[in-house]
Nanobody, 123 residues
């Protein structure tokens, strides 16, 4: 199983920056892609950014040019650097990891979620 611990987030003024971190630990064979989702009140959870095991990235259009996702494979940690934040970025941000883990005697590819962290951008 994989445990994800998020850190970062908080309250920032528009135009400011925040950095989110998510560290994976536990028993797993390998981590495939890692990513960040967010969910604003009354809205569906959406993918913000994702990074594959070999470093390929993709972003939601609203984050392109402002957010940067990166990962440290040695630390099993993914980061989201958020710059030029806007009030519409306000949401709970969730770390997401896809990992190959031993589950009931066989290797399975499973999905894991962090506990969520609030990001609030004031205007």
């Amino acid at each position: 199983q994989v445990q994800l611990v998020q850190s970062g987030g908080g309250l920032v003024q528009a135009g400011g920056s925040l950095r989110l971190s998510c560290a994976a630990s536990g028993s797993f064979v390998s981590i495939n892609h890692m990513g960040w989702y967010r969910q604003a009140p009354g809205k569906q959870r959406e993918l913000v950014a994702r990074i594959t095991s070999d470093g390929n990235t993709n972003y939601v259009d609203s984050a392109k040019g402002r957010f940067t996702i990166s990962r440290d494979n040695a630390k099993n940690t993914v980061y989201l650097q958020m710059n030029s934040l806007k009030p519409e970025d306000t949401a709970v941000y969730y770390c997401h990891v896809q990992a190959r883990t031993l589950y009931r005697g066989s290797i399975r590819t499973l999905e894991y979620w962090g506990q969520g962290t609030q990001v609030t951008v004031s205007s």
